[in-house]
């Protein structure tokens, strides 16, 4: 699993760094907002978690693919992503890292997430259609990157802080 994760720093970040200097490090997007994860962050988080423990997750609003990279050495991970540009980005990432996961460029509000026991995403605004949705038959652990945009109607069991970023995690049944 070291090694594997090796190959996403390093993959990512040669990406992060032609990023930065092209100023593109940050944008927006058709449907909101995107910034890169750091990939040892979000590994030690999901080995907090204990992600090995689920049987399968999905990123949110994936991105360039970093977090669904580094799940997919734990569980049978999967991302969607509503951006064309990024959605293209995290293909890309997957043929160079020779992991297997699923990537779909869709809206996850149109996507039926009832497969999953767990949700990752790092909202960018609120939410409330997806928790209405997700409080409506969502079984599992839905966890939420920074804690600036929260659920309405469920609250946390527990926040967990990586690397001085903090983690709200939801467990719902």
Not at 84 to 89: G, K, Q, R
Request: proline letters at 2%; one cysteine or more.
């Amino acid at each position: 699993m070291q090694k594997e994760l090796a190959k996403i720093c390093e993959l990512y970040s040669k990406r992060r760094g032609k990023l930065f200097l092209e100023r593109r490090s940050q944008r927006k997007t058709k449907v909101g907002y995107w910034a890169m994860s750091n990939p040892e962050q979000v590994f030690e988080l999901f080995n907090r978690l204990n992600l090995k423990g689920f049987k399968s997750f999905v990123d949110l609003g994936s991105g360039d693919g970093v977090v669904v990279a580094v799940a997919s050495l734990f569980t049978s991970a999967d991302g969607i992503e509503a951006d064309a540009s990024l959605h293209s980005s995290a293909v890309e990432m997957r043929k160079r890292s020779g992991l297997k996961y699923g990537l779909k460029n869709a809206d996850y509000l149109e996507e039926d997430l009832s497969g999953y026991d767990f949700i990752f995403m790092n909202p960018d605004n609120y939410f409330y259609k997806l928790e209405k949705k997700l409080v409506g038959g969502f079984k599992g652990t839905l966890v939420l990157a920074d804690n600036i945009f929260r659920p309405l109607t469920i609250k946390p069991s527990k926040t967990v802080s990586v690397r001085g970023t903090s983690f709200s995690i939801y467990t719902l049944s």
